[in-house]
Structure formats: C-alpha cells, structure tokens
C-alpha cells in the first residue's frame, strides 16, 4: 500500500468523478497524498491511474456502512501514520420528483447516503483529526441548504442537516482544534445532475452552471481559513441571507420561478 512519507493528506468520499475527482487532482499538484473513495470502483481505478500509485489509496467504499467506513480509516490511517489533515465528506445522491410522488425507497437513500455517510465518516474519522495539527473536517452542503426547494424536498432537508451539523460540530471541535466548515454549491456540472441540465442553465446568476474545480478550489482555500460557510457561486450568500430574513418573499419568488431567471435577488426584487 502507498504511503504518506510525511505528505499531508485528505481523505475524500465521492471521489471517482464531479466535484470530489477534481479536489483530488488539485491536493495531488499541491503535493498532497490522496485517499479516494466512492461506490464507482471504474471511477477510482482511473483515478488511481491518474495520479500514481505511490500518491493515493483508493478503495470502494459504501459510506451508509459503518463497518466499511472504519475499516477504510483504518487503512488511510495506516498509509499517513496515523494522520488526516482533511476530511472530505463529499459523497451524495441526487433523486427529486414530487414529495408525494416520490418513492419512499428514494427518500430512505437520500438521507442514508447525504446525512447518516456523513455522520458516520465524522464520527469514525474524529480520531485521525485530533490527532493531526490544524485539521479540517469539511462537508458538501448545496445551495439548496439556503431555502428548503420544491422537487428536491428531502435532498434540500439532508443538506438543511449537513449545514446544522457544521455549524454545531464547529463549536464542539475548537476544543480538539479541529476546523468545521462545509460548501454550499449551486448547480455544477457533475453526473449528479440529470441529462441536460447544465446545458439548459441561466447563463447568469446565481443558478448559472458552474465547472466542480471551482468546488475542489473552494476546498483548498477553505484548509488554509477559518471561515465556516462557502459559497458556490459567492452570490448564494444572499440568497442565504434573504431565507433568513424574509422566507415567505423567497417563498413566493420560487413559487414564481423568479429565482431561476438568471437573475439575482436584488434583480427580482
């Protein structure tokens, strides 16, 4: 198995393709050594192939199976002594339809994979992050986090939970000296988006289409900060901010259809 020998190293879920493929290219040219993990064992070998064998561990890994999960730490912890310098909790799913149409298998998956992998790779991988220097344990949230969106009903409730999740654990680690952040992203082109939507996108705004190293910089940026919230594009912000303030207003524009123009809220107001 390939060794660390020293090199900082990020474990990454979601890693054989989209936004995780690109964070484990960008920390491989930064020196970094690589853990990839993610259900697509096709994925991984080619990611594997990609940045050498002597600079990454990859291995198929179910992130909704605790015992998978521990015992995948347990190897990168052997292959870095020890050590994780990030932890990148980016595995997801994408199912949406109606609420009341939607099969409650779908609904049951949604919240496996996007909340309980999330909590399960925290809770197993807290020791490796205690024990390094100036850690990070960073999270996909989505911009669907922002305000709870219709046709997307439980994936926005799991990354609701995911962005609740690091705001809370972001207190509770500064005692280990443990960094909590998470990224709130918009619509990036990556397969967890059905066929043609990025194509058929805002050229614009907000909800604009957006490439996933954007994401993967984000995350190097995010090691080196100690800001808790990212957004994908920046203007999210502001949709965060007027959910806060004036939900039923948001509530009404997406009723509407006027926050997916391409125009931003300042535009629709």
């Known amino acids: 198995m390939a060794q660390a020998n020293g090199r900082q190293s990020i474990f990454i879920t979601g890693a054989a393709s989209g936004m995780g493929r690109e964070t484990a290219r960008l920390f491989h040219s930064k020196g970094w050594f690589v853990g990839g993990y993610d259900v697509n064992a096709e994925g991984l070998a080619s990611l594997h192939d990609e940045l050498g064998a002597d600079n990454c561990v990859v291995r198929r890994l179910d992130v909704t199976d605790r015992d998978d999960y521990r015992s995948a730490l347990a190897e990168f912890g052997r292959a870095t002594g020890g050590r994780m ?3 990148y909790n980016n595995a997801g799913i994408g ?8 099969p409650f298998e779908d609904v049951l998956a949604l919240v496996q994979v996007n909340f309980v992998g999330v909590l399960i790779g925290i809770h197993e991988a807290v020791g490796l992050l205690k024990a390094t220097p100036n850690s990070m344990c960073f999270t ?3 911009s ?8 997307i009903a439980v994936y926005s409730a799991t990354k609701h939970a995911v962005k609740g999740l690091t705001e809370a654990l972001a207190v509770e680690f500064k005692a280990y000296g443990v960094r909590v952040a998470d990224v709130l992203p918009g619509l990036i082109d990556t397969p967890i988006l059905p066929p043609g939507a990025a194509a058929n996108a805002p050229k614009e705004g907000m909800f604009r289409s957006i490439p996933p190293m ?3 910089k984000v995350v190097w940026e995010a090691y080196g900060s100690d800001k808790l919230h990212w957004y994908v594009p920046p ?3 502001e949709l965060d901010k007027a959910a806060t303030l004036t939900p039923e207003a948001v509530r009404d524009q997406m009723a509407a259809g ?4 391409g125009n931003s809220l300042a535009d629709d107001a």
Do not use: C, K
């Open 85 to 87: 310098d990030i932890l």
């Open 95 to 102: 199912r949406g339809g109606p609420f009341a149409d939607q």
């Open 140 to 142: 996909t949230s989505s």
């Open 144 to 151: 669907s986090a922002t305000f709870g969106m219709a046709g």
């Open 214 to 216: 954007e994401v993967a």
């Open 235 to 237: 203007e999210l912000v």
């Open 258 to 261: 006027g926050l997916f123009s």
